[in-house]
Nanobody, 115 residues
C-alpha cells in the first residue's frame, strides 16, 4: 500500500512564496508519476503540476512561471515551490502518485492566499 502525506500549507500574502512537500511511502518497485492537484471551494479538482514516470514535467497554464515541481528520489519526496502566489491559488492542494500498478492520493493541505 502506497501512502502520501502532504505538508507545508498555510496562510501566505499575495506575492509571497510557499513550499509544499509530499512524502511517499510504501512498496514501490517501478517508476511512477507524481503530481500536485488543487481544489477550490465549489470547483472541480484540477492538475497543477506533474512529473511523468519518464521525467517529463507539465504545468497548468495558470501556474507556469510561478510554480516549480521537483522530486527527490532518494528521499521519496515531491515538492511544489509556489512563488508570486495569487488569491486565486487558494485551495486544498493534493499530492498524487501512480503507476500501472497503483494510484494514491494524499489527504490534502490547505493553502490560503490573503492579505
Amino acid at each position: 500500500q502506497v501512502q502520501l502525506v502532504e505538508s507545508g500549507g498555510g496562510l501566505v500574502q499575495p506575492g509571497g512564496s510557499l513550499r509544499l512537500s509530499c512524502a511517499v511511502s510504501g512498496s514501490i518497485f517501478e517508476p511512477y508519476a507524481v503530481g500536485w492537484y488543487r481544489q477550490a471551494p465549489g470547483k472541480q479538482r484540477e492538475m497543477v503540476a506533474g512529473i511523468t514516470s519518464g521525467g517529463t514535467i507539465n504545468y497548468a497554464d495558470s501556474v507556469k512561471g510561478r510554480f516549480t515541481i521537483s522530486r527527490d528520489i532518494a528521499k521519496n519526496t515531491v515538492y511544489l515551490q509556489m512563488n508570486n502566489v495569487k488569491p486565486e491559488d487558494t485551495a486544498v492542494y493534493y499530492c498524487n502518485a501512480g503507476s500501472t500498478r497503483f494510484a494514491s492520493w494524499g489527504q490534502g493541505t490547505q493553502v490560503t492566499v490573503s492579505s
